[in-house]
């Protein structure tokens, strides 16, 4: 391990964020891919020579520990700057020809590892590793264990030790620790079957990986700061690629091996004039002068498509044009001037001042129930997945979601573009009847009644015999109750917050002195309830502050 991680491919991971934009919000999560890397790598060996020791009969070789060990070290070598931001966003925007992840990267930098540091390791070992690296058993060389597959990157369910190390080295980073049951997980491992299983009895803390996986993506990685700053971070990296190619680097190891977070103060520093309009993106950044968040929705899983079809930022502008028009003349008027305040107009606002995102999230197996592609072992010698009562009813029943989210690049439009994505479904709906989420008829189940003989019939029984269509239906809406501005909101001279409630000190101070002895009460932001008293004011002075 000592030779992989004295090297400059590894070393490069002090300088990738794990979390990336999320250190923008959370302080505290400085971490970087560095660490990560070696947390993996010895999680990854602990789990494969424990197997070792508690079956000796699946003849696991000194090779096998090796290639598990440095595949869970060198997994990350391949992320580019800001870690998934680079995959996921600028590369698929910048390329989009190119299918390019950073697991390929990480085989790319392996190579280049190896033969620049001069290690000697035989060519299959470096295609399991590889493979191993990828979850995928068909790129090895020679037959392979299968249950290998499960302790890096586990393409069958998902439950990794890659997870277990994130997941703890995250939520700590952020504030809000998480404490897996890894010890007890790595101790009931055992492989049936050529499978990685566990003990029936710690069903409940398998789950719990998954569950908090979903709560790390819900309220931190897909934070709408975070995401605002990955916008602007790939706006900025867009307008300078023309210049400097940063895009075409990934095919270059040596090229590649400078791609790090140190990317943005590159360009942030250069006098190159033609990068001036990322210079100003990167610079909004610094100042927080980021883009507006504008509205949200939380979207069923089967409505996604709907949703991606209707709500797009060209019929958001349409409908913000629309909704311009219906406003009252006093309205308009308003809105002008407090946009010519900003030297802007209407006309200023375009399909690509507006961005809408929507985030998938889930379980970590899409829509579908993880556990149910993970078997559990009994003392008795079963070993099947489980079903049905054999863990807590209490679970989801939905097991993936989206989230859609629209921002904007220019604060100003804020309220303007609100009123026109939720202008979208009465639109839509009205003359497009047929583009609606369709319904499903849902019958419920009758509940076996059971009566003690002699007993008089519960007051409480259900009445209810309708299919749950026929109580409420799924409609396509936009409409976000607590997100709801003003058109106006977010203009120059518009209140963007609401007023405080605090009292004025220096007026506090002047009805003191005119009333000695009294502490005045904003009465009318005071709520009173029937049957309440005035209440008097004390007679006691107030105390004078000692100084000194």
């Known amino acids: 391990m000592s030779q992989f991680i004295d090297s400059a491919p590894f070393q490069r991971l002090r300088r990738i964020k794990q979390l990336g934009t999320t250190y923008y919000v959370w302080a505290g999560a400085s971490h970087n891919r560095f660490e990560h890397s070696i947390g993996v790598a ?124 994130y997941i703890q080295r995250d939520s700590l980073a952020i504030g809000d620790a998480i404490k897996l049951q890894i010890p007890r997980l790595i101790k009931s491992a055992r492989v049936i079957e050529d499978q990685i299983c566990y003990e029936y009895k710690d069903l409940d803390k398998v789950l719990e990986v998954y569950q908090t996986r979903h709560k790390l993506h819900k309220n931190f990685y897909n934070h709408k700061t975070a995401k605002a700053i990955e916008y602007m971070i790939v706006d900025g990296l867009k307008l300078a690629e023309p210049y400097m190619r940063i895009a075409r680097r990934i095919k270059n190891p040596e090229e590649f091996l400078w791609l790090t977070d140190d990317l943005l103060p590159e360009i942030e520093r250069s006098q190159d004039p033609n990068l001036k309009p990322a210079q100003h993106i990167f610079k909004r950044i610094t100042n927080r002068k980021l883009y507006r968040f504008v509205d949200m929705k939380w979207v069923n899983w089967e409505d996604r498509n709907t949703y991606r079809q209707l709500v797009t930022e060209q019929r958001i502008l349409e409908c913000a044009r629309e909704a311009y028009d219906e406003l009252l003349k006093v309205q308009r008027q308003e809105i002008d001037e407090s946009w010519r305040e900003a030297g802007l107009t209407l006309d200023d606002l375009t399909a690509d001042d507006i961005l809408v995102e929507q985030s998938t999230l889930h379980y970590g197996m899409k829509e579908e129930n993880p556990l149910n592609f993970v078997k559990f072992y009994s003392k008795t010698g079963n070993c099947d997945q489980a079903d049905g009562g054999d863990y807590s009813t209490l679970r989801p029943l939905v097991f993936a979601e989206v989230l859609l989210r629209v921002f904007t690049k220019k604060e100003e439009f804020q309220g303007i573009i609100q009123a026109g994505y939720r202008r979208i479904p009465e639109l839509d709906l009205l003359h497009n009847p047929d583009q609606a989420p369709e319904t499903v008829d849902v019958q419920v189940a009758e509940v076996p009644k059971f009566v003690t003989p002699g007993a008089p019939a519960s007051p409480r029984a259900p009445t209810c015999t309708k299919p749950l269509s026929a109580q409420s239906t799924s409609s396509f809406t936009t409409l976000n109750r607590f997100t709801t501005v003003m058109p106006s909101h977010g203009s120059p001279g518009k209140a963007t917050k609401p007023i405080s409630k605090k009292r004025d000190r220096n007026q506090v101070e002047t009805q003191e002195k005119s009333h000695p002895g009294t502490i005045p009460r904003n009465r009318s932001s005071v709520p009173t309830l029937p049957g309440d008293r005035e209440v008097s004011p004390s007679p006691v002075a107030r105390k004078k502050a000692r100084l000194g």
């Open 42 to 165: 010895h999680l990854a060996r602990k789990m494969v020579t424990r197997l070792r020791k508690n079956q000796p009969e699946l003849n696991i070789t000194d090779r096998d520990i090796e290639c598990v060990t440095l595949a869970g070290l060198c997994h990350d070598l391949g992320h580019g700057p800001w870690s998934h931001v680079w995959d996921g966003m600028f590369i698929p925007a910048t390329l989009p020809e190119e299918k390019w992840t950073h697991e390929e990267g990480s085989e790319m930098m392996l190579d280049y590892l190896i033969k620049e540091k001069e290690i000697d390791i035989p060519a299959d070992d470096i295609a399991l590793i590889k493979a191993l690296i990828a979850g995928d058993p068909g790129k090895c060389r020679l037959k392979e264990k299968q249950f290998l597959f499960d302790i890096v990157a586990n393409k069958r369910n998902g439950f990794d030790v890659d997870k277990f190390d």
